[in-house]
């Protein structure tokens, strides 16, 4: 397939949407990606807006992940955020469209515990 050759370079904007069944609406800045082959960067700076909902917190990744493969969906760090330094987020890539937050790798956040928290985050997976 051409577009899962390395020569196959793509870069631009996503839109961070909730993936959570919540209907929220974040702030988004610094929302890129880059495509290269299969191989995605996604990055994203993310401002959760007030709520109790206690869906799972996830988001929209760019483009749909290969959750057939061993090891492709890996997701990433969260290199900032406010909701507790003493804390380490990860982005974890939840399935083929969705990325979750899990708190020292463990604990999958919800909206209510992401509430009016700032996330900034890059993914790494393979797309289909």
């Known amino acids: 397939v051409g577009a899962n050759k390395l020569d196959d370079y793509e870069e631009g904007t996503w839109n961070a949407t909730d993936a959570s069944g919540a209907g929220l609406t974040f702030t988004i800045n610094h929302n ?5 082959g299969r191989l995605v960067m996604a990055h994203v700076r993310c401002q959760w807006p007030t709520t109790s909902n206690t869906n799972l917190a996830r988001l929209y990744i760019p483009f749909t992940a290969d959750v057939n493969s061993n090891n492709s969906t890996t997701g990433g760090v969260v290199t900032e955020q406010s909701y507790d330094s003493s804390v380490t987020l990860t ?3 939840n399935d083929a469209t969705r990325v979750l937050f899990r708190s020292n790798g463990v604990t999958a956040l919800t909206n209510a515990q992401l509430s009016g928290k ?5 993914i790494t997976y393979n797309a289909t």
């Open 32 to 36: 890129r990606y880059t495509k290269i």
């Open 91 to 93: 982005a974890s890539i």
């Open 118 to 122: 700032l996330l900034r985050f890059t």
